[in-house]
DNA sequence: TTGACATACCCAATAAGTTGAGTATAAACT
DNA sequence: AGTTTATACTCAACTTATTGGGTATGTCAA
């Protein structure tokens, strides 16, 4: 249910259409809840129907009507309500992690190859966090929402730096491990 | 599609019923793999009628057959050709940092709560990792495929640790600018 | 003896997420 | 001149996941 409370924040912050309110989840929120441009729509008109936001139509020339949505007082409500409720950890399905489990019953190139790809993949999007930061620290005064957004950027921080030491952690094992029929004191004495 | 590769590999080390692989989501591929019973035997009639697996029926008296699936060379090929495709990173939905981001809309002490609350939840789960390492490291010879389900559990105490890290930090920002109104300035450099 | 827990499976309804296309226009780049 | 990118929203089909029930039986403890 969190991404209607995810859409009731940003509103909260300030009206968007549904296109801006689908950007921030590439930009902003990024981090910690990815959502489509369709499903963003999609909950967008039911939080209408429930009363949660409303809209008003802006026309423009050529395009569709441009909604701009905002929360309602029952928006606010609900928002108070569910800040109430305990959060669930996010169950983790990471399919890089079954791959390495399924590392027995395919060729170590190949895993190590994976491994370096994720490595360089969780590089480059630290390295976008990392701006962000910076971009953040450069605020005089950053306003409430802000600075609550920032500690979810520190949150992907850690978890982009984190992949990164796991991923050299695995990579050492395996070139260590390399061929354990060859040397198998050695290779015990790796794990 | 990765459950069925992780249900795959699973019953690649040992044939097992569905309710034993349905186990194994708790235990040990929990820390990066979640699935419910009604997942696992879905998902296991599905590999069987596309022959990926098969099963011996054992009866039983009282209860149901129980049936007992193993990968076929058919499953077995599957398996290498999922090998050789790259993984994406997995999309993160994390409940705990909509809140987060939804601070300024609650009360301050409410969010405290909840990122201790949460710190006590990775702590323990820290915990329970942790007793599998230390099993883990008192086998002499672990089999290949332990030792690549070791370097997921060392994914997952990673994981739990940085999450850890992260409650601390927020917890630390949180009181240091615990009213950012009364000295703008400290408030201002805490961040 | 009642209730909780473990074994072992199945079914159905709903919710959520994904994929791919379609309707329009305009600016910027190649 | 043609492609990409951006704006702005909609619809339909499909796959996946969740929730909550049901069928059976046996064991263990309060």
Redesign the pocket.
């Known amino acids: ?1 969190a ?1 209607a409370h995810t859409i009731l924040v940003l509103l909260a912050n300030t009206p968007r ?4 309110v689908s ?1 921030c989840f590439d930009d902003s929120v990024g981090c910690f809840w ?6 963003v ?2 909950e ?2 039911r939080m209408e129907q429930q009363g949660l936001v409303e809209f008003e139509a802006v026309p ?9 949505y905002r929360v309602t007082p029952v928006g606010m409500q609900e928002l108070s309500a569910w800040f109430t409720e305990p959060t669930d950890p996010a ?1 983790i ?1 990471e399919d890089l992690l079954v791959r390495v489990m399924a590392g027995p019953y395919g060729p170590r190139e190949l895993l190590v190859q994976e491994v370096h790809r994720r490595r360089q993949m969780h590089h480059d999007q630290l390295q976008r966090y990392r701006e962000k930061e910076a971009n953040y620290r450069a605020i005089a005064q950053p306003s409430p929402p802000l600075q609550f957004l920032y500690l979810t950027l520190r949150r992907g921080i850690r978890y982009e730096t984190d992949w990164i030491e796991w991923c050299d952690e695995v990579l050492t094992i395996l070139k260590e491990s390399a061929d354990p029929q060859e040397d198998a004191s050695t290779a015990q004495s790796a794990l």
């Open positions: 249910m991404l259409s549904g296109y801006d950007k990815k959502a489509s441009q369709q499903q729509y999609r967008l008109a423009q020339e050529g395009k569709p009507d441009k909604k701009i169950p399905r």
